[in-house]
């Protein structure tokens, strides 16, 4: 009887240091490694943050939805393309934007932060259900807009229940940490600019993931700043993000890079992710709580994700 109790003392100690092993990563008498801050849309609307190449119609198809339908005004933000944008490059977004099922279209962009921290340039913003940011290069946004009257007319938009989203540079604007934010190449992770828009805290997204075999590149500023949540987007692929969970939909697939799972060399109980890894994958339909950073519904398909029961 007393190795039968020594026994279920044992089990029940193992099963508790287990269930929490993605709270604490730290064994009795060495210092902690948890990372306690969490992640999250502080805001009461939506974001849509895609991956690149929005080939994937159910996506954009999806922001108009929660805009309001096809006829809702909707902002368009060409600003990371290139360092000259033209007449010719605004006309083609909006016919481009158009052509996707939006009627009410306005194109905005300014390089001159005057301009954007002006009252006349963001009138339109104040009108707005949706702004969507396309691709190129994320400095290039936060260069005109971060800490304007823009950037904060972006917020008054969620805060009032509108959508923000983006592909690629308009994915990873809308993180707090600005991956691949260097003027000298988009290889650059952690780089000459790291603030973004900071619409979810403590994120860093990056984009293409599995088409530019990226997946192993998050791991690099998640290392570096632990309290950061990583989140890696491949193409024709968005999550969704209302309140603290979001929804993983399109074709492929994301991954999360979250330090409290990665292994600790001194833990003989935990083992954080189970295949020892450094990232895990979600893809569509599966669902993810970015405030207590669990997974919160999985297809179960086979993958080995580090669920809770």
């Given at each position: 009887m007393?190795?039968?109790?020594?026994?279920l003392?044992?089990?029940?100690?193992?099963?508790?240091?287990v269930s929490?092993?993605?709270q604490?990563t730290?064994?009795?008498g060495?210092p902690s490694t948890a990372?306690h801050?969490?992640?999250g849309?502080e805001?009461?609307?939506?974001?849509?943050?895609?991956g690149?190449?929005?080939?994937?119609?159910?996506?954009?198809?999806?922001f108009l939805e929660?805009?309001g339908?096809?006829?809702a005004p909707?902002i368009?933000?060409p600003?990371?393309?290139?360092?000259?944008?033209?007449s010719?490059m605004l006309?083609?977004a909006?016919?481009?934007?158009?052509n996707?099922?939006?009627?009410?279209?306005?194109?905005l962009h300014?390089k001159?932060?005057?301009v954007?921290?002006?009252?006349?340039?963001?009138?339109p913003?104040?009108?707005a259900?949706?702004v969507?940011?396309?691709?190129?290069?994320?400095w290039r946004?936060?260069?005109?807009?971060?800490?304007?009257?823009?950037?904060?007319a972006f917020?008054s938009?969620?805060?009032?229940?509108?959508?923000?989203?983006?592909?690629?540079?308009?994915a990873?604007?809308q993180?707090?940490?600005?991956?691949r934010?260097?003027?000298k190449?988009n290889?650059?992770?952690?780089g000459d600019?790291e603030?973004?828009?900071?619409?979810?805290?403590?994120?860093?997204?990056?984009q293409?993931?599995?088409?530019?075999n990226r997946q192993?590149?998050l791991?690099?500023?998640?290392?570096?700043?632990?309290e950061l949540l990583?989140?890696?987007?491949?193409?024709?692929?968005?999550?969704?993000?209302?309140?603290?969970?979001?929804e993983v939909?399109g074709?492929?697939?994301?991954a999360?890079y979250?330090?409290?799972?990665w292994n600790n060399?001194?833990?003989?109980?935990?083992t954080?992710i189970r295949?020892g890894g450094?990232y895990?994958?979600l893809?569509?339909?599966?669902?993810?709580?970015?405030?207590?950073?669990?997974?919160?519904y999985?297809?179960g398909?086979?993958?080995d994700l580090?669920?809770k029961n």
């Amino acid at each position: 009887m007393k190795h039968f109790y020594l026994n279920l003392i044992a089990v029940l100690f193992l099963f508790s240091a287990v269930s929490c092993s993605s709270q604490n990563t730290s064994i009795p008498g060495e210092p902690s490694t948890a990372i306690h801050y969490d992640s999250g849309l502080e805001f009461d609307g939506s974001l849509v943050i895609v991956g690149g190449a929005m080939r994937d119609s159910t996506i954009f198809n999806r922001f108009l939805e929660l805009a309001g339908g096809s006829d809702a005004p909707i902002i368009v933000v060409p600003t990371a393309w290139t360092d000259t944008v033209t007449s010719e490059m605004l006309d083609a977004a909006k016919q481009g934007y158009e052509n996707r099922g939006a009627k009410n279209i306005t194109v905005l962009h300014t390089k001159d932060r005057n301009v954007a921290d002006s009252d006349g340039f963001i009138e339109p913003i104040n009108r707005a259900k949706g702004v969507w940011f396309t691709g190129g290069r994320q400095w290039r946004i936060a260069d005109s807009y971060l800490g304007t009257k823009t950037q904060k007319a972006f917020e008054s938009l969620l805060q009032r229940g509108g959508v923000v989203g983006g592909s690629s540079a308009g994915a990873t604007i809308q993180g707090s940490y600005l991956a691949r934010g260097d003027t000298k190449t988009n290889t650059i992770m952690m780089g000459d600019h790291e603030e973004g828009f900071g619409f979810l805290k403590n994120v860093a997204i990056d984009q293409h993931l599995l088409k530019r075999n990226r997946q192993f590149d998050l791991i690099e500023i998640v290392s570096a700043r632990p309290e950061l949540l990583g989140i890696g987007i491949d193409e024709n692929t968005a999550i969704v993000v209302q309140g603290n969970e979001f929804e993983v939909i399109g074709q492929s697939y994301v991954a999360i890079y979250d330090a409290n799972l990665w292994n600790n060399p001194n833990d003989t109980i935990n083992t954080g992710i189970r295949n020892g890894g450094k990232y895990f994958l979600l893809s569509s339909g599966d669902r993810y709580n970015l405030k207590t950073r669990e997974v919160v519904y999985w297809r179960g398909d086979g993958r080995d994700l580090p669920l809770k029961n």
